[in-house]
């Protein structure tokens, strides 16, 4: 195709420099050959590409690489640092955010425990987690680039919460409530999608292209990734698999619906289980179970075979090369593992459990809250590429 007009130069070098900066991204150190290699582009165009990369301080070069010949290359990276972004996991009873660079790498991070769940007490500590957040920033030439947050409960496009059952909280304009209180692009999904863009990009689903996510926590989402890309359904509502109904005529959920997945397979199902015997917290259970106290231990396994009753029916419908469970029941592993796995070779077809394998997240209970980070960092480099 003949170019005509400046318009069409423009986008022609958009389109280019994201190619080369993607190129930096996943398989730096590059030298300037290798990315003309990498990507087909001329070495020529490569070379002034990589300059502009260099002058807008998204690329480095750190030195000579190893000679095939002739001069010895000089070797470039992408610069995780020129931003910086914000993660935040908001759960039903806990508030958790990271500070990460432009990779992901984490930079700081900060915890709290929420024994309210009224909406006003909980944003005013949202916003106070993310104050202190960009307060703990290294200066760079991008700044904070953006904030993500995950949250229990359905979301639509513009960052509007529809749905939180668990939090029992009306419809909700968080997007639009952070964006006008910090001035910087804020990005809203629920939880379970952002635990699986974590997992996806930076722990147990790297390089897996049909992936479910199941965070367990007081409830349960799924996040659903199918040919490397997240499915969100003709509204953008998907992954509420645990209001899926696995007992029939069961027990009342705060959905409307009878017989909840995760009113038997939940943090919040192991605790009320466990009521008659004393406890009240999670923590106080696992150190039970690792005490070996074997009541603690037979509840744990009652909620991994219900686990698996659910993550069955997952298989069977979306045949997927990797179940992952994450959120803080991923930390009772030990004795979750052998009733998920004894539950699910029950339940499902055997070729779609030939190839299956089940994994606890690799980023444990961060998931969520690296995968709201990424959102930040991808909305920043969809806009690098568009300007």
Known sequence: MKVTTTGD?????????????????????????????????????????????????????????????????????????????????????????????????????????????????????????????????????????????????????????????????????????????????????????AGAQGEQNYGAGRGVAHQIYVSVGIGIGTGIILNNELYKGASGFSGELGHLSIEYKGKRCSCGNDGCWELYASENALLQMAEPLGFDSLDDMLQAAQEGNEEVRALFSSVGDFLGIGISSIVNIFNPELVIIGNRMSRAKLWLEEAIQASVARRTLPHHRNKLRILFAELQEQSAVRGAAYYAIHHFFTKMKSN
């Open 9 to 193: 130069l423009t986008l022609i070098k958009k389109i280019n420099t994201a190619i080369v900066l993607e190129a930096l991204v996943k398989n730096a150190p590059l030298s300037r050959a290798k990315i003309s290699e990498l990507t087909g582009l001329n070495k020529a165009t490569v070379s002034n590409l990589v300059q502009d990369l260099i002058n807008s301080n998204l690329a480095l070069e750190i030195g000579t690489g190893e000679s095939s010949g002739g001069r010895k290359p000089v070797m470039l990276l992408f610069n995780g640092q020129a931003g910086y972004a914000i993660g935040i996991d908001l759960g039903v009873n806990y508030i958790r955010g990271v500070l990460t660079d432009l990779e992901g790498a984490l930079i700081a991070e900060t915890n709290l425990t929420l024994k309210n769940q009224q909406q006003d007490f909980v944003l005013d500590k949202l916003v106070h987690c993310i104050s202190t957040l960009i307060d703990k920033a290294p200066e760079s030439a991008y700044g904070i680039v953006g904030i993500g947050v995950g949250v229990p409960g359905i979301v639509d496009d513009h960052g509007t919460m529809f749905f939180a059952p668990n939090l029992k909280w009306g419809q909700l304009e968080l997007q639009r409530m952070l964006e006008d209180k910090f001035n910087l692009p804020v990005t809203i999904d629920n939880e379970a999608n």
